[in-house]
Each structure stands twice: as structure tokens, then as C-alpha cells.
């Protein structure tokens, strides 16, 4: 059985570094996806209430004969429930669906700053009493900058654990992965391969060649060895096997730095310090 890495957050906390998302798989797939993902050896699934699948996650949970424990799920607090009271109930709505009296980690999806008359620190401290009643066993955000996590930091108690932001080869983030580190708070890449768009890359290409190994393989190990936690996504049953086949190579620190030369500062998803929300 491949062991993955875990990963110590600021809490104590400690999370698989590897895992599957399930951004947009249909809720109709997402049970039989899941289930096949921890079949493979997948510990860590990230869900959402705007992926409209966490009873699907939940399910796939229970039908696979682990006990809670084993298994790490985080889901993200919706963009029209930032309000307190809405945070609340999404929230509850969230373990119900789920089937779950705790979730792993719980995450502000994004900063909203247009929204809300750009209130996320009220947000925040509402997740603050999740993490204090137990029902979140750690707490953070996603697709926040240096300038929102500062604020958090001036007028709230508790550092995220984590901000999942998008990186991949044609957005590296060292800006904002090195704010994170400073802080002790742990990157999560999202969209690690771009949505398939880095796959082509010449230089991912020949570097995966000489590797042995597929342009996934090499795209997902080089997130690894630069210490952020991935969770891709993908429903066909090979590829799944192939993701979480990364454990028994290394890339060299020149391969690893050609392929952060690759940044093109380009994203496939919106901007946090312009989005709205849908
Ligand atoms: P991803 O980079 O994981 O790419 C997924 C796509 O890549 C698949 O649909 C498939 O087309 C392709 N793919 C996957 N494995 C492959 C392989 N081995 N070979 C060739 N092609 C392959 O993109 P994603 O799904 O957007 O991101 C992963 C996870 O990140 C999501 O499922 C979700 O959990 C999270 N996410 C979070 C946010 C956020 O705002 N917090 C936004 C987007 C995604």
C-alpha cells in the first residue's frame, strides 16, 4: 500500500498531503468515484457545498468499511452564506449531508472582498467557534492573498490552518506560498495540473520521459517536493491509479526548478481580489 505523507498544521493537526478532489463530478458519480479513489489508497477527499456532492462523499465514506478516522474531508463554506447566522446553518447542513459529527477541515471558499461589504473577518470568527465546538477539527480558508490573511491576522484569534489556492506549473504563487510559510500556514494547491492544461508542456514532457513516468506523474511530484498539499481530480478509473502513483520517484532539484520556470502567471479560475461569487 503506497504511504503517503502526512503533513503537520499549525494546530497539530496532521493531514495527507495527497488526496481527490471532486469538483465537478456529478453527484450520480461522485459515490462510485470516491469509493474507487479509497479503494486505490486515497485518505484525503476534498469536497464543497457549492460541489452539491458532499452526501455522495459521505456515503462512499460510510460503504467503505474505514472508520472515520482514516479518512480526511474537508468541504468550504458556500459564497452566498458568508453572514454569520447563514455560515451556521450551511454548516450544519454541511456534517448533515456529509453524515459526519466533524468535518477535517473546514474552509472559507473565497474572500468575497466585493461582497458583504467586504466583511470575511465576521466569517471568519464564525468558523472560529466550529473549531471550538470540535465540529471542525481545523479551520482555513481558500483563494485568500497576503492582504486578507493579514487582516485575519490583526483582528481575529486563530491563524488558518491552511489556504487552498490554485498553482500549478503555470502559476507558481511564490508570492503568496512564501507569505503562507512565513506564517505557518499550509498551501493547498487546487487545479495542481491545471485542469490538463500543463500536460503538453515540452519541458513537463522531457522531463517525464527521462523519468519514466507520465506528465501527471511529474506535475503532481513536483507540488510534492515543493511541500503543498494536491488533491487532483479525475473519474477515469486509470488515471486515478496513476495520480496516486508518485511515491516511488524523485525529481531532481533542477527538474523541479525548470518546471517552476514554466510560470506564466496565467489562471484557469477567476481572480480572488475581483470575484464575486456565483
Ligand atoms: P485538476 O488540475 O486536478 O485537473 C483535473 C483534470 O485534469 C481532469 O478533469 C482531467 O481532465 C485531467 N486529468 C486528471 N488526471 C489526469 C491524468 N493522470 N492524465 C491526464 N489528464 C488528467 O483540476 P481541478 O479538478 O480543478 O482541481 C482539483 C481539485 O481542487 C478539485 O477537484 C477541487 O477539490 C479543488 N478546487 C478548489 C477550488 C477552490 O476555489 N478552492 C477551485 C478549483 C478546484
Redesign the pocket.
Known amino acids: 500500500m503506497t504511504t503517503i505523507p502526512n503533513i503537520t498544521l499549525n494546530n497539530g493537526q496532521t493531514i495527507p498531503q495527497f488526496g481527490f478532489?471532486?469538483?465537478?463530478i456529478k453527484p450520480k458519480d461522485t459515490t462510485a468515484a470516491v469509493s474507487r479513489a479509497l479503494r486505490d489508497g486515497y485518505r484525503h477527499i476534498?469536497?464543497?457545498e457549492m460541489y452539491g456532492n458532499e452526501a455522495e462523499v459521505g456515503e462512499a465514506v460510510a460503504r467503505s468499511g474505514l472508520d472515520r478516522g482514516e479518512v480526511f474531508v474537508t468541504s468550504?463554506l458556500n459564497n452566498d452564506a458568508h453572514e454569520p447566522g447563514a455560515a451556521r446553518a450551511a454548516f450544519d447542513a454541511t456534517l448533515k449531508a456529509l453524515g459526519f459529527d466533524y468535518v477535517d477541515l473546514f474552509?472559507i471558499?473565497?474572500p468575497l472582498p466585493a461582497r458583504y461589504g467586504g466583511d470575511y473577518v465576521s466569517t471568519w470568527k464564525t468558523l472560529e467557534e466550529f473549531y471550538r465546538e470540535g465540529r471542525a477539527r481545523s479551520i482555513g480558508v481558500?483563494?485568500f492573498q497576503p492582504h486578507h490573511l493579514r487582516r485575519l491576522h490583526g483582528e481575529t484569534q486563530i491563524i488558518p490552518a491552511v489556504n487552498?489556492i490554485?498553482v500549478?506549473p503555470y502559476l507558481t504563487q511564490d508570492d503568496v506560498r512564501a507569505f503562507c510559510a512565513e506564517h505557518q500556514i499550509a498551501v493547498e494547491a487546487?487545479?495542481?495540473?491545471?485542469?490538463?492544461s500543463v500536460?503538453d508542456d515540452p519541458v513537463i514532457r522531457s522531463v517525464a520521459e527521462r523519468a519514466g513516468k507520465?506528465?501527471?506523474?511529474v506535475v503532481l511530484r513536483w507540488h510534492l517536493q515543493r511541500g503543498d498539499i494536491v488533491?487532483?481530480?479525475?473519474v477515469?478509473p486509470k488515471?486515478v491509479k496513476?495520480?496516486i502513483d508518485i511515491f516511488d520517484f524523485q525529481l531532481s532539484a533542477a527538474d523541479v526548478e525548470d518546471i517552476t520556470l514554466l510560470n506564466k502567471n496565467e489562471r484557469?479560475?477567476p481572480d480572488p481580489d475581483k470575484f464575486g461569487g456565483r
Open positions: 478532489g471532486v469538483f465537478q476534498d469536497t464543497a468550504k474552509l471558499h473565497w481558500s483563494n487552498q490554485e500549478h487546487w487545479s495542481p495540473l491545471g485542469q490538463g500536460l507520465t506528465p501527471a506523474q488533491f487532483p481530480k479525475s477515469t488515471r496513476e495520480n484557469t479560475g
